[in-house]
C-alpha cells in the first residue's frame, strides 16, 4: 500500500522560495512514475511537473517553467519540487502523486492519469 505525505507548504512573499517534499512509503518507490499537482481555489487540478521511472522529466505548467525543478530521490523515497521566484497566481494546495508504472512508459502528466495521492500541502504567495 503506498503512503505520500508532502510537507514543506507555507506563506512566502512574492519573489520567494519553498521547497516541498513529498515522502512515500510501503512500496519499491523506483516502480512509479511520480508527480506533482496544483488545485487553486474554484479551479480544477492540474499537473505541474512529471518524473517517469526512467528519470524524464515533464513540465506541464507553462507559468513553471524556469522557475519550477522536481526531482525525485529513489533511495529515500522521496520526490522535491524546488519552487523560486514565486507569484500570486502559484497560490495552491500542492498535491503529489504517484502511479505504479512499466519501465517504458511516459505518462502524460495529467490528475487522471495517477493513482495514488497525498494530503496535500498549501502554499500561499502574498505580500
Known amino acids: 500500500q503506498l503512503e505520500l505525505v508532502e510537507s514543506g507548504g507555507g506563506l512566502v512573499q512574492p519573489g520567494g522560495s519553498l521547497r516541498l517534499s513529498c515522502a512515500a512509503s510501503?512500496?519499491?518507490?523506483?516502480?512509479?512514475?511520480v508527480g506533482w499537482f496544483r488545485q487553486a481555489p474554484g479551479k480544477e487540478r492540474e499537473g505541474v511537473s512529471c518524473i517517469d521511472r526512467n528519470g524524464r522529466n515533464t513540465v506541464a505548467a507553462d507559468s513553471a517553467k524556469g522557475r519550477f525543478i522536481m526531482s525525485r530521490d529513489n533511495a529515500k523515497k522521496t520526490l522535491y519540487l524546488e519552487m523560486n521566484d514565486l507569484k500570486p497566481e502559484d497560490t495552491a494546495v500542492y498535491y503529489c502523486?504517484?502511479?505504479?508504472?512499466?519501465?517504458?512508459?511516459?505518462?502524460?502528466?495529467?490528475?487522471?492519469?495517477?493513482?495514488?495521492w497525498g494530503q496535500g500541502t498549501q502554499v500561499t504567495v502574498s505580500s
Open positions: 502523486a504517484a502511479r505504479r508504472s512499466i519501465l517504458s512508459a511516459n505518462y502524460e502528466c495529467v490528475p487522471e492519469n495517477f493513482s495514488s
Open positions: 510501503g512500496v519499491r518507490f523506483d516502480y512509479y512514475a
